[in-house]
């Protein structure tokens, strides 16, 4: 498979360990990339679930191919969340190409992008941490019952329906909450001079100029892999929302096909020589 070569890419909120994981969709994305930075900007892996002890073999070869990245000269940089902030006591950790940061600063063809997760603007996650770890859990099921629901759509021709956008949509504080975490954001990049501000945490894909009376800058959001299926892709000095698509499904299906017919010919590949 050719793969394309990518200046930066960023992605976030995978939330391995979890029932709404995309883990094969990342892993077929992640074949198809060779980025020469890789921004994980938190809750790549989900802590707050592993007591469901919930960790299947797609969601190990995403942390896989995330270390042969590392290995094969990419430059990684793991951001922390606040659904891995366990990670924030390796802080500044740095093996070989794989560094551990609580927020990150790239200098990018002679502008400067300021990365960071975003939990730190969630009072929720903040003060009342057992408040968001409920609603993590909630929301987590709430996705495993919309892709039931999808599944079944599916089966008679109709189009999938997003339970969580939704709820996001029609409540005037969610709305509010998203608003906020945007502008709060963009006001304090545009403070410190920094020409991009990009964050995860909110699963609310986006790329758009913010200005206000001090000056402008690019708030670029990654999205998440649990809904969105989204990632921000940095090339030839230019920023671009990379969406999943339906129309790769077959792709997709064909790669994993391969890799599963390989990994059959490996092993007894392997029985023979014994």
């Known amino acids: 498979m050719k793969k394309r070569i990518v200046d930066v890419v960023v992605i976030s909120d995978v939330h391995l360990g979890t029932f709404g994981c995309h883990a094969k969709e990342l892993l077929y994305y992640l074949s198809t990339i060779k980025p020469k930075i890789l921004v994980?900007?938190?809750?790549?892996?989900?802590?707050?679930?592993?007591?469901?002890?919930?960790?299947?073999?797609?969601?190990?070869?995403?942390?896989?191919?995330?270390?042969?990245?590392?290995?094969?000269?990419?430059?990684?940089?793991?951001?922390?969340?606040?659904?891995?902030?366990?990670l924030r006591k390796f802080s500044d950790t740095v093996m070989g190409n794989f560094s551990v940061v609580d927020k990150l600063i790239l200098n990018l063809d002679g502008k400067k992008a300021w990365i960071f997760h975003g939990d730190v603007f969630d009072a929720s996650v903040q003060h009342v941490k057992w408040i968001a770890k409920l609603g993590g859990i909630g929301y987590?099921?709430?996705?495993?019952?919309?892709?039931?629901?999808?599944?079944?759509?599916?089966?008679?021709?109709?189009?999938?329906?997003?339970?969580?956008?939704?709820?996001?949509?029609?409540?005037?504080?969610?709305?509010?909450?998203?608003?906020?975490?945007?502008?709060?954001?963009t006001d304090l990049a545009i403070d410190k001079?920094?020409?991009?501000?990009?964050?995860?945490?909110?699963?609310?894909?986006?790329?758009?100029?913010?200005?206000?009376?001090?000056?402008?800058?690019?708030?670029?959001?990654?999205?998440?892999?649990?809904?969105?299926?989204?990632?921000?892709?940095?090339?030839?000095?230019?920023?671009?929302?990379?969406?999943?698509?339906?129309?790769?499904?077959?792709?997709?299906?064909?790669?994993?096909?391969?890799?599963?017919e390989l990994t059959q010919q490996l092993f007894n590949a392997a029985i023979l020589t014994k």
């Open 140 to 185: 987590d099921y709430l996705i495993l019952s919309n892709r039931f629901i999808n599944w079944c759509l599916a089966k008679i021709g109709r189009e999938p329906y997003s339970l969580s956008k939704k709820i996001k949509s029609s409540v005037k504080k969610a709305v509010k909450h998203i608003g906020d975490f945007e502008a709060i954001a």
């Open 40 to 86: 994980l900007n938190g809750d790549i892996i989900d802590i707050w679930q592993f007591r469901k002890s919930y960790f299947p073999k797609s969601h190990l070869k995403v942390v896989k191919k995330l270390i042969d990245f590392a290995s094969k000269g990419t430059k990684v940089y793991y951001v922390t969340g606040n659904h891995d902030e366990m």
């Open 193 to 260: 001079g920094y020409d991009y501000v990009i964050c995860g945490h909110i699963h609310e894909p986006k790329m758009e100029r913010k200005e206000n009376r001090k000056g402008q800058t690019l708030y670029l959001n990654s999205g998440d892999w649990i809904e969105n299926l989204t990632a921000l892709e940095y090339n030839k000095k230019r920023w671009k929302l990379y969406q999943y698509a339906e129309e790769i499904q077959v792709q997709e299906e064909e790669y994993f096909e391969f890799e599963n």
